[in-house]
């Protein structure tokens, strides 16, 4: 996980800081080891008296007029950087000063580009991403969205170069749709001749945001060039082998003593609100007070779809409320949350042996891995869907719950053996028929 947070350099007691009204520079800080370090400039100042010295952030204070300006850009900073980083280290590649400087320089003053050229484009799409609206939701788009298009136009840039020849909206048909999948299969070579090779969802990803930026240029008039549009020139996806965590493993959790680790402590309740109210990350981190109504359901508007979702309180979820007094634990990223609830797991021993099987490179990989490996903020959500379902809800209830729009993804979802569906009809006999009897 990359080690990125955000500075002002600022002289004095914590008491002199809050009282300091002077302006300070906003510095991009990334620690490399003990004694190695590295800072940037945001191109931001902020008073001292209007910094969180804890958060890393501007203080969400009226009198500040850029805050969510600034704490949105350096948001996308974070993000985009941490992505650079971790895809360095995917590529076994150095991450050194040079390349964080050079990579901040062209991502925050990238050089002129003429906008009715392809890459032109692409740079004043990325450009204009914190204002982009969800056209499904009416909404910002996910900093996951952003995060896909940022790469993606990155991995487009580096198809260039791999291909030695500049690439504009005429050259986008399906010869370059299956050279640009082969590209992002097989991997770019680096100088040590190393490649990267992509799964088959992550490749599906790309192309779906290539095919967003070209639909934006073509709405615009800047592209004539319809072939992404041809039925060949399309996504293709595979089912994910995500995993569950049932409620006998979630009650371990529940009942793990982490009295003297406050950081998994809070990790553990969180993941456990997630897997009692089926909520996202980006949904159960916010939860608040204002979120309960009269009849002591959560109500909450999901960020990613912008439905409107009711869930009564489940006991465990009483308990954490009561526990934290109604303000749940402090929101860290979903990165680090990823990171702490494996640690989680394993202290808990949730160790079984599972399979986790992937196209990539173009070829079908199976990988062995002990369960908690597997576990991330997500797996809290589909936990409460496939517990839930096995219990005997039925699936439209759940739905309803989740805010999942059709069965067919529902089901997708869900994480249940031939074996679960078994029970379940037998469960649903024992209830709703009379005993058979042998004649």
Same mark, same amino acid.
């Given at each position: 996980?990359?080690?990125?947070?955000?500075?002002?350099?600022?002289?004095?007691?914590?008491?002199?800081?809050?009282?300091?009204?002077?302006?300070?520079?906003?510095?991009?800080?990334?620690?490399?080891?003990?004694?190695? #370090?590295?800072? *940037?400039?945001?191109?931001?100042?902020?008073?001292?008296?209007?910094?969180?010295?804890?958060?890393?952030?501007?203080?969400?204070?009226?009198?500040?007029?850029?805050?969510?300006?600034?704490?949105?850009?350096?948001?996308?900073?974070?993000?985009?950087?941490?992505?650079?980083?971790?895809?360095?280290?995917?590529?076994?590649?150095?991450?050194?000063?040079?390349?964080?400087?050079?990579?901040?320089?062209?991502?925050?003053?990238?050089?002129?580009?003429?906008?009715?050229?392809?890459?032109?484009?692409?740079?004043?799409?990325? =450009?204009?991403?914190?204002?982009?609206?969800?056209?499904?939701?009416?909404?910002?788009?996910?900093?996951?969205?952003?995060?896909? *298009?940022?790469?993606?136009?990155?991995?487009?840039?580096?198809?260039?170069?791999?291909?030695?020849?500049?690439?504009?909206?005429?050259?986008?048909?399906?010869?370059?749709?299956? +050279?640009?999948?082969?590209?992002?299969?097989?991997?770019?070579?680096?100088?040590?001749?190393?490649?990267?090779? !992509?799964?088959?969802?992550?490749?599906?990803?790309?192309?779906?945001?290539?095919?967003?930026?070209?639909? =934006?240029?073509?709405?615009?008039?800047?592209?004539?060039?319809?072939?992404?549009?041809?039925?060949?020139?399309?996504?293709?996806?595979?089912?994910?082998?995500?995993?569950?965590?049932?409620?006998?493993?979630?009650?371990?959790?529940?009942?793990? =003593?982490?009295? +003297?680790?406050?950081?998994?402590?809070?990790?553990?309740?969180?993941?456990?609100?997630?897997?009692?109210?089926?909520?996202?990350?980006? +949904?159960? @981190?916010?939860?608040?007070? =204002?979120?309960?109504?009269?009849?002591?359901?959560?109500?909450?508007?999901?960020?990613?779809?912008?439905?409107?979702?009711?869930?009564?309180?489940?006991?465990?979820?009483?308990?954490?409320?009561?526990?934290?007094?109604?303000?749940?634990?402090? @929101?860290?990223?979903?990165?680090?949350?990823? +990171?702490?609830?494996?640690?989680?797991?394993?202290?808990?021993?949730?160790?079984?042996?599972?399979?986790?099987?992937?196209?990539?490179?173009?070829?079908?990989?199976?990988?062995?891995?002990?369960?908690?490996?597997?576990?991330?903020?997500? @797996?809290?959500?589909?936990?409460?869907?496939?517990?839930?379902?096995?219990?005997?809800?039925?699936?439209?209830?759940?739905?309803?719950?989740?805010?999942?729009? @059709?069965?067919?993804?529902?089901?997708?979802?869900?994480?249940?053996? #031939?074996?679960? *569906?078994?029970?379940?009809?037998? !469960?649903?006999?024992?209830?709703?028929?009379?005993?058979?009897?042998?004649?």
């Amino acid at each position: 996980m990359a080690n990125i947070h955000f500075i002002i350099k600022c002289p004095g007691t914590v008491k002199e800081k809050l009282n300091n009204s002077k302006e300070f520079t906003i510095f991009l800080a990334y620690r490399f080891g003990r004694n190695t #370090s590295f800072q *940037y400039k945001t191109g931001h100042k902020v008073p001292a008296k209007f910094w969180n010295f804890e958060k890393f952030r501007v203080r969400n204070v009226t009198e500040f007029l850029d805050k969510d300006k600034i704490n949105n850009h350096l948001n996308e900073l974070q993000t985009v950087t941490e992505s650079f980083i971790t895809d360095l280290k995917i590529s076994n590649k150095e991450v050194t000063p040079a390349e964080l400087k050079n990579f901040l320089n062209n991502h925050l003053h990238p050089r002129p580009t003429n906008e009715n050229t392809f890459f032109g484009h692409c740079q004043k799409f990325v =450009d204009n991403i914190d204002s982009r609206i969800n056209e499904k939701t009416g909404q910002l788009i996910s900093y996951k969205t952003k995060r896909d *298009y940022i790469r993606t136009v990155q991995l487009l840039k580096e198809y260039q170069k791999a291909k030695r020849k500049q690439i504009d909206f005429k050259d986008i048909d399906l010869d370059f749709y299956q +050279d640009f999948t082969e590209f992002l299969q097989n991997g770019a070579k680096t100088k040590k001749d190393e490649v990267i090779k !992509m799964s088959t969802n992550t490749i599906s990803h790309k192309i779906q945001s290539l095919k967003a930026i070209l639909n =934006d240029a073509t709405d615009k008039g800047i592209n004539t060039n319809l072939f992404f549009k041809n039925p060949k020139f399309k996504t293709i996806k595979e089912e994910s082998e995500n995993i569950y965590l049932t409620e006998k493993e979630l009650n371990i959790l529940e009942k793990h =003593d982490f009295s +003297d680790n406050d950081r998994l402590d809070k990790v553990r309740d969180l993941f456990l609100f997630g897997a009692w109210t089926g909520l996202r990350f980006s +949904d159960f @981190t916010r939860v608040t007070p =204002d979120n309960i109504n009269s009849d002591g359901y959560i109500t909450i508007r999901q960020q990613k779809t912008g439905n409107v979702v009711s869930i009564p309180l489940h006991p465990t979820v009483k308990k954490l409320w009561i526990k934290y007094s109604g303000k749940l634990p402090r @929101t860290i990223s979903n990165q680090k949350f990823n +990171d702490y609830i494996k640690e989680v797991c394993e202290d808990c021993e949730i160790n079984e042996p599972c399979h986790k099987g992937m196209t990539k490179g173009g070829q079908y990989i199976s990988t062995k891995f002990e369960k908690w490996q597997l576990v991330s903020s997500h @797996t809290a959500r589909r936990s409460f869907a496939t517990n839930l379902l096995k219990s005997g809800y039925s699936a439209l209830g759940v739905m309803k719950i989740t805010g999942h729009k @059709t069965e067919q993804a529902f089901m997708k979802y869900i994480k249940l053996e #031939s074996e679960d *569906y078994a029970k379940m009809l037998d !469960m649903h006999w024992k209830q709703n028929t009379n005993v058979l009897k042998v004649v």
